[in-house]
């Protein structure tokens, strides 16, 4: 089956800085979306975005599909955006399930 | 509902119980997913349903596990003689046709 791979595994930033998450996978996909899941363990949908780039305030995800990865910004971080960040793909084969990554865990320090 | 429901959200039963949890989707939304997710691990699919149909049960564990669906709404994963190794929380989510996945909060096991 389809392998998503995620880095760095763990990352601890500055309140105010930037980052970028990234994510790989090994197939075609027809459906990525990322989630961030907070300290209390909900899962909130980032993005849904199988390809080219989208904006939500301080975040941007863009994806490029023919190179099989995708990539997550966060701008001017934030201590609520810590948490563990996750990648999910649908292999192109349409199997209606998210395959999940394991995880970019991110601690900002104020 | 405006948000993916889930009960119970906590749940501690002895070593060889049977299980039920229960996933109330958002309304219209055709398709719904179970997933679980281990101490610190990532989220480990298990069965998806598109309205009543289950087309990819590959990842329930073992026959112990089995997940129906009723009236394209409501959901419930069952586990039978429950072992310590499902300890975890148990993750519902739904979407409307694939897109933008909304999960609950969750019902987290406890086999003791």
């Known amino acids: 089956g389809i392998q998503v791979e995620q880095s760095p595994p763990d990352l601890i930033l500055q309140e105010g800085a930037n980052s970028t998450l990234r994510c790989n996978f090994s197939?075609?996909?027809?459906?990525l979306q990322w989630f961030h899941q907070n300290p209390w363990g909900q899962l909130i949908n980032l993005f849904y975005i199988p390809s080219g780039t989208k904006q939500n305030g301080r975040l941007s995800a863009t994806t490029v599909a023919t190179e099989r990865y995708s990539l997550l910004y966060i701008s001017s971080s934030q201590t609520t955006d810590s948490g563990v960040y996750f990648c999910a793909v649908e292999s192109a084969g349409n199997t209606g399930k998210l395959i999940f990554g394991q995880g970019t865990t991110l601690q900002v320090k104020p | 509902g405006a948000g993916v429901s889930q009960s119970p959200s906590n749940k501690v039963t002895e070593k060889g119980k049977d299980v039920e949890l229960r996933c109330d989707p958002i309304s219209g939304h055709t398709a719904l997913y179970w997933y679980r997710q281990s101490l610190g691990q990532g989220l480990e699919f298990l069965i998806y349903f598109q309205g009543n149909s289950a087309p990819d049960k590959s990842g329930l564990p073992s026959d112990r596990f089995s997940a129906e669906r009723t009236g394209g709404s409501v959901s419930t994963l069952t586990i039978q003689r429950t072992q310590q190794e499902d300890s975890a929380v148990y993750l519902c989510?739904?979407?409307?046709?694939?897109?933008?996945?909304?999960f609950g909060s969750g019902t987290r096991l406890t086999i003791v």
């Open positions: 197939d075609s996909v027809n459906n």
């Open positions: 989510a739904s979407s409307k046709n694939g897109y933008g996945y909304t």
